[in-house]
């Protein structure tokens, strides 16, 4: 394949994947229950899916973002409810997050809106071949995240 195919089939890929990411949050978004945010649902699945404690850095860095942005989601969050943040009792400098039994019931609420969206979309494109994608976008994740 030459240089230029590929460059063509590259422009190809990722344009096709930030407009399925675009059109996905935006579906997604509008899904969620009143007053969550797709940050917030990714934050409480994230937590819910682990069940331990994470520090606010391990989290920014989870999902790449900043500190404070991270920082932002988690107080929005323990102002609703969904989170438990805590001292580190070893150093006072570090705090420690976790999912509290209503952040489970938001999380759990969110998924049960966007739980059709989603398997319906794997229905009709078939299951078969969105196993056989899977394996390419864990890829494609790793070879990004190892850029930084």
């Known amino acids: 394949m030459s240089e230029s195919s590929v460059d063509t089939l590259s422009v190809a890929l ?14 997604l978004s509008k899904a969620l229950p009143k007053g969550m945010e797709l940050s ?25 973002v900043t500190r404070g942005a991270m920082t932002n989601t988690l107080n929005k969050l323990e102002w609703a409810g969904h989170v438990h943040i ?12 976790t999912i509290s039994p209503s952040g489970r ?3 759990d609420a969110a998924l049960q809106a966007i739980t059709p969206i989603i398997g319906n979309m794997v229905t009709k494109i078939g299951t078969d071949r ?18 930084e």
């Open 40 to 64: 917030h649902f990714s934050v409480l699945n994230h937590l819910a899916r682990l069940n331990e404690e994470k520090s606010p850095a391990q989290l920014a860095k989870a999902f790449h």
């Open 14 to 27: 990722f344009s096709e994947m930030f407009m399925a990411d675009q059109l996905a949050r935006t579906r």
């Open 130 to 147: 969105v196993r056989n994608a899977l394996p390419v976008l864990r890829e494609m994740r790793q070879l990004l995240s190892d850029i």
């Open 105 to 107: 019931a938001a999380r």
């Open 86 to 97: 805590r001292p580190d009792w070893d150093d006072a400098r570090r705090k420690f997050v």
